[in-house]
C-alpha cells in the first residue's frame, strides 16, 4: 500500500501497539476515501497530532485494540469520531469528564458514562484545530441530552474558542460493548436562539 511507506517518516517513534492502532486508523480512512474515488492519497500527520486530509476533504480518525474507525467528508467541514471499550471508561472517574448536570441529563450507566466521554472526545477532534489547546472535557458542556432507544445519546454543546462560540451536535451508539460518536459543527446557529430563551426565562 502505497500510503504506508510515505507516512513512516511521522510514526517512527511509536511502539508496535501503537503503530498498529495508527495503522488502522489510516486504513479505515483510506477505505472512506476510496468511496469519493480518492484512494491512495496520503493522510500525513499535523504536529498537533491531527490528521492533515487531502484537499477538498476533511474528516477524522479514532482507532482502539487495531479496529480503525474514521470519517470521510466532502469540503471543510469540522466533524469528529471517537471510538472506546464502554468497559474501559468504567474505569475512569466520572468526575474526571463530566460534571453532575451532564450525569442528570445523560444517565448515569456505564453505556450513558461512556457516550459522554467519547461524544466529548469526538467534539474535540472536530474543533481541536480552533482551540489550540490539548483535549479538556469541561469546555465540552453536555446541553439538551437525549437519550434514544437502544443505547443511543444525542446531545449538543456550544463551545468556546478564540474566534467566537461554536456549536456542535454529537451522537453516539453502544454496541458490544463499545461505543461509537460523532460530533460535528452545526450549521444553524441554535446558539443565538438559545440564549434568548435564556433571556426571556431570567
Ligand atoms: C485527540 C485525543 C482526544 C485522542 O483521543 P484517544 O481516545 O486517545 O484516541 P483515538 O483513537 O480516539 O484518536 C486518535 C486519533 O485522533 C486523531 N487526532 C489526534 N490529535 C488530534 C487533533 N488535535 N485534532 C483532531 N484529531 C486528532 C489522530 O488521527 C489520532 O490517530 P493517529 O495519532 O494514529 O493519527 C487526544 O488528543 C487526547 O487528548 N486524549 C486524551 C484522552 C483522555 O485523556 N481522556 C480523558 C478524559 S477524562
Known amino acids: 500500500m502505497p500510503f504506508l511507506t510515505s507516512m ?18 489510516r486504513l479505515a480512512a483510506h477505505r472512506a476515501l476510496e468511496w469519493f474515488g480518492a484512494g491512495g492519497t496520503v493522510i500525513a500527520r499535523a504536529p498537533d497530532g491531527a490528521p492533515v486530509w487531502p484537499c477538498g476533504f476533511s474528516g477524522s480518525i479514532s482507532h482502539v485494540d487495531a479496529l480503525g474507525f474514521a470519517l470521510v467528508v466532502r469540503g471543510d467541514c469540522h466533524v469528529g469520531v471517537d471510538m472506546e471499550r464502554v468497559a474501559r471508561v468504567k474505569l475512569v472517574p466520572v468526575s474526571m469528564f463530566a460534571c453532575p448536570a451532564e450525569i442528570e441529563n445523560c444517565g448515569d450507566g456505564a453505556w450513558a458514562k461512556a457516550s459522554i466521554f467519547s461524544i466529548k472526545e469526538a467534539m474535540f477532534k472536530a474543533v481541536a484545530g480552533l482551540l489550540r489547546q490539548g483535549f479538556d472535557p469541561f469546555r465540552f458542556r453536555l446541553l439538551d441530552a437525549e437519550p434514544l432507544p437502544r443505547a443511543r445519546l444525542r446531545t449538543r454543546s ?11 451536535h454529537g451522537e453516539a451508539v453502544v454496541r458490544d460493548g463499545m461505543v461509537f460518536s460523532v460530533a460535528w459543527r452545526s450549521s444553524r446557529d441554535w446558539s443565538a436562539r438559545r440564549r434568548r430563551h435564556a433571556g426571556r426565562a431570567s
Open 158 to 168: 456550544l463551545v468556546e474558542t478564540p474566534s467566537g462560540e461554536v456549536a456542535l
Open 8 to 25: 513512516a517518516s511521522s510514526v517512527q517513534s511509536f511502539s508496535e501497539t501503537r503503530l498498529r492502532d495508527h495503522l488502522a486508523g
